[in-house]
T-cell receptor
Framework: GIQVEQSPPDLILQEGANSTLRCNFS?????LQWFHQNPWGQLINLFYIPSGTKQNGRLSATTVATERYSLLYISSSQTTDSGVYFCAGFTGGGNKLTFGTGTQLKVEL | DTEVTQTPKHLVMGMTNKKSLKCEQHMGHRAMYWYKQKAKKPPELMFV???????INESVPSRFSPECPNSSLLNLHLHALQPEDSALYLC????????????????FGPGTRLTVT
């Protein structure tokens, strides 16, 4: 079946710490997106990353499509990084996006 | 500009009411989407419009009725909803695809938080 799995489900960090979030996806899923959902519900695009590595400030992502996983790196975390991080993959040969269950991140002072 | 707007931000409605959610984008995207998100769950796809035509309906109950009046606007008409329909409703848009084409990054609006009483 179509599967997008994320780990860990919950993560608590001290401000300034680094973290790695993982997304595993099944054969029928491709072309991942990473999102940050803030406490008000807004889904913010972080990366569209079918393969390879991208960086944007303190965030970077790597997708190894042949091994069916993607990683999101957060460096020097800040309290504003708190929220839920979702990876989502496209299925069905079109633009149908299937979300993972998310990683709830809390960054404390 | 990668902005998708949604109105209203919050909506409280009774089970006998009729209301509409609105979504707008000016990125020239020709695919638009409605998602439903329950608390502590991921968003789930409801409908997809491509070139103003409904292309995917994920077996959504008929009390939800989508409409795409033009390439920039997407509505979701609500009628006779149930309390379990209370959720965050998210709109998204992307470049439309031709059959067999690659996927296209989706951009989301801020959502409408709906409460059905």
């Amino acid at each position: 079946g179509i599967q997008v799995e994320q780990s860990p489900p919950d993560l608590i960090l001290q401000e300034g710490a680094n973290s790695t979030l993982r997304c595993n996806f099944s054969d029928s899923v491709n072309n991942l997106q990473w999102f940050h959902q803030n406490p008000w519900g807004q889904l913010i695009n972080l990366f569209y990353i079918p393969s390879g590595t991208k960086q944007n400030g303190r965030l970077s992502a790597t997708t190894v499509a042949t091994e069916r996983y993607s990683l999101l790196y957060i460096s020097s975390s800040q309290t504003t990084d708190s929220g839920v991080y979702f990876c989502a993959g496209f299925t069905g040969g079109g633009n149908k996006l299937t979300f993972g269950t998310g990683t709830q991140l809390k960054v404390e002072l | 500009d990668t902005e998708v707007t949604q109105t209203p931000k919050h909506l409280v409605m009774g089970m006998t009411n009729k209301k509409s959610l609105k979504c707008e984008q000016h990125m020239g995207h020709r695919a638009m989407y409605w998602y439903k998100q329950k608390a502590k769950k991921p968003p789930e796809l409801m409908f997809v419009y491509s070139y103003e035509k409904l292309s995917i309906n994920e077996s959504v109950p008929s009390r939800f009725s989508p409409e795409c009046p033009n390439s920039s606007l997407l509505n979701l008409h609500l009628h006779a909803l149930q309390p379990e329909d209370s959720a965050l409703y998210l709109c998204a848009s992307s470049q439309a695809l031709r059959q067999g084409a690659e996927t296209s990054e989706q951009y989301f609006g801020p959502g409408t938080r709906l409460t059905v009483t």
